[in-house]
C-alpha cells in the first residue's frame, strides 16, 4: 500500500504485548514491520543489529509514532517505507525505541503509565 509521496507502507506482521524490559523491568508492547530487502550487520559487542542497507528515522512521541525507512539496495533505487500512528494512550518517548532484523524493524512502545497495550493490538496492525 501506497503512503504520501510515494513511499510504501510496510504491513505490520505481528504485535507482541506484555514482554518485559530486563533494566527496567516495565512492560512494552513490540510491533513487527515487513520491510523486503533489509540487511542488517551485528556489533557483537552490543549483541545488537542495525541495518546495513538502510537509514531508519523513528519520532516517538507522547501521542504518536513516525516511522521512515529507507532501504538501498544494492542495484536499483532506493525504497521508501513510512508507518505513523496516532497512539490511543499516551506513550513513554523517552524509552520506546527500535531494532532490526533482517527484512524487518521491530517496535518497542512503553506505555506511559505503565500496563499492557494488549486491547489495541488491532489498531496497531490495521493499515
Known sequence: MSASG???Y?????????????????????????VK?????????????????AEVHANFQRAS???RIEVKPKNGDPVNYEYRKSLPEDMDPD??????????IILQLFKADGGSWNEHANYFIRQ
Not at 530487502?37 to 542497507?53: M, R
Open 6 to 8: 510515494g513511499a510504501k
Open 10 to 34: 510496510p504491513s505490520p506482521v505481528d504485535f507482541k504485548d506484555n514482554q518485559k524490559d530486563k533494566k527496567t523491568n516495565k512492560d512494552y508492547c513490540s510491533i513487527f514491520l515487513d
Open 37 to 53: 530487502g533489509l540487511k542488517v550487520a551485528t556489533f557483537s559487542f552490543a549483541g545488537s543489529a542495525k541495518p546495513s542497507n
Open 65 to 67: 509514532l513516525d516511522v
Open 95 to 104: 524509552k520506546s525505541n527500535w531494532r532490526a532484523e533482517k527484512d524487518t
